[in-house]
């Protein structure tokens, strides 16, 4: 059982800022490895949940945070990982002194280790074309999985989001998608004319079947709401069968589709909107992809570039 303090910090990510279930389970699991190393057992499977430790954590310090941060260097955590923890704790921490229960934060002399930026991989339009022309059959599995892919690449929106859809997200007339994204915050998402087409395909061959659930916009063969695993194992098997990588994530079709957008001129604001990134800066990083591709497109198509 986590930590009392920890229980009213993931209460409060859930109740007041509506993070997901799986945000809130790796800001637990964070939580949990550093109080375990505050008890003196970072080794231990079960966190430590005594008034002592509570105490421990009251009065950690910099010095503390640097202990944890040290060790976690020694079983060679990445760079992007302990990032994610030093924010987990600052977080925390930040939370702590509203409540009063410290009076200033021990992260806030900590300095978030420096990232290697790594640009985002994505398709080429061809290959995106070849992907998607990959579900052939005309049965109600063949035609969900069509829609899948199309819908994936006309708005965007993370494989999360994409088995979450419910038939009333949908505006039929408007050719719009309602998104849950991260932190619940909602947001519309334009279908383009392939998606709307292969949607109402499978839509229309779908109310022909007793599905189970009636809510969900893609489902199973059993009639029940389709799952992420699902989801990256039908990708797989319509890569291999365009003969492109199968190791390519559902999350490679987001960043094509920020990048093809970019690349056809397409406004970064509106980028960031149809994605549902909450900072601009995260946005940003497909300008660097774009700029690359225009300098090899340059390099290759002028006379004088070389």
């Given at each position: 059982m986590a930590n009392p303090l920890v229980r009213k910090f993931l209460a409060f990510l859930q109740h007041e800022r509506n993070f997901s279930d799986h945000t809130i389970r790796s800001y637990g699991a964070d939580l949990a490895q550093f109080v375990r190393f505050l008890a003196g057992d970072a080794g231990a499977a079960e966190a430590v949940d005594d008034e002592a430790v509570c105490d421990r954590i009251r009065r950690a310090g910099p010095?503390?945070?640097?202990?944890?941060?040290?060790?976690?260097?020694?079983?060679?955590?990445?760079?992007?990982?302990?990032?994610?923890?030093?924010?987990?704790?600052?977080?925390?921490?930040?939370?702590?002194?509203?409540?009063?229960?410290?009076?200033?934060?021990?992260?806030?002399?900590?300095?978030?280790?420096?990232?290697?930026?790594?640009?985002?991989?994505f398709l080429d339009p061809t290959d995106v074309?070849?992907?998607?022309?990959?579900?052939?059959?005309?049965?109600?599995?063949?035609?969900?999985?069509?829609?899948?892919?199309?819908?994936?690449?006309?708005?965007?929106?993370?494989?999360?989001?994409?088995?979450?859809?419910?038939?009333?997200?949908?505006?039929?007339?408007?050719?719009?998608?309602?998104?849950?994204?991260?932190?619940?915050?909602?947001?519309?998402?334009?279908?383009?004319?392939?998606?709307?087409?292969?949607?109402?395909?499978?839509?229309?061959?779908?109310?022909?079947?007793?599905?189970?659930?009636?809510?969900?916009?893609?489902?199973?063969?059993?009639?029940?709401?389709?799952?992420?695993?699902?989801?990256?194992?039908?990708?797989?098997?319509?890569l291999a069968m365009a003969g492109l990588d199968p190791s390519v994530s559902p999350h490679t079709l987001r960043h094509s589709f920020a990048t093809h957008m970019l690349e056809r001129g397409a406004d970064l604001r509106a980028v960031q909107e149809l994605l549902g990134h909450r900072s601009l800066s995260t946005t940003q990083i497909y300008t660097h992809v774009t700029a690359r591709r225009l300098k090899e497109i340059y390099e290759a198509a002028h006379p004088r570039a070389n």
């Amino acid at each position: 059982m986590a930590n009392p303090l920890v229980r009213k910090f993931l209460a409060f990510l859930q109740h007041e800022r509506n993070f997901s279930d799986h945000t809130i389970r790796s800001y637990g699991a964070d939580l949990a490895q550093f109080v375990r190393f505050l008890a003196g057992d970072a080794g231990a499977a079960e966190a430590v949940d005594d008034e002592a430790v509570c105490d421990r954590i009251r009065r950690a310090g910099p010095i503390d945070l640097r202990g944890f941060l040290a060790e976690l260097r020694r079983s060679d955590y990445r760079r992007a990982t302990l990032a994610r923890k030093i924010a987990t704790l600052r977080s925390f921490y930040k939370f702590l002194a509203r409540q009063g229960e410290v009076q200033r934060s021990p992260v806030s002399s900590v300095r978030t280790p420096r990232q290697d930026r790594r640009l985002p991989k994505f398709l080429d339009p061809t290959d995106v074309e070849r992907l998607l022309a990959a579900p052939k059959g005309k049965d109600l599995l063949s035609l969900r999985d069509a829609a899948m892919l199309e819908v994936l690449y006309s708005t965007g929106m993370r494989v999360s989001e994409l088995v979450g859809l419910n038939l009333e997200d949908i505006d039929p007339i408007s050719d719009v998608v309602r998104v849950r994204g991260k932190g619940r915050r909602e947001r519309l998402a334009p279908l383009g004319s392939y998606a709307v087409r292969a949607l109402n395909r499978y839509l229309e061959a779908r109310s022909q079947t007793d599905a189970r659930d009636e809510e969900a916009v893609f489902l199973n063969r059993h009639g029940r709401r389709l799952n992420v695993r699902s989801v990256r194992r039908k990708l797989a098997k319509y890569l291999a069968m365009a003969g492109l990588d199968p190791s390519v994530s559902p999350h490679t079709l987001r960043h094509s589709f920020a990048t093809h957008m970019l690349e056809r001129g397409a406004d970064l604001r509106a980028v960031q909107e149809l994605l549902g990134h909450r900072s601009l800066s995260t946005t940003q990083i497909y300008t660097h992809v774009t700029a690359r591709r225009l300098k090899e497109i340059y390099e290759a198509a002028h006379p004088r570039a070389n």
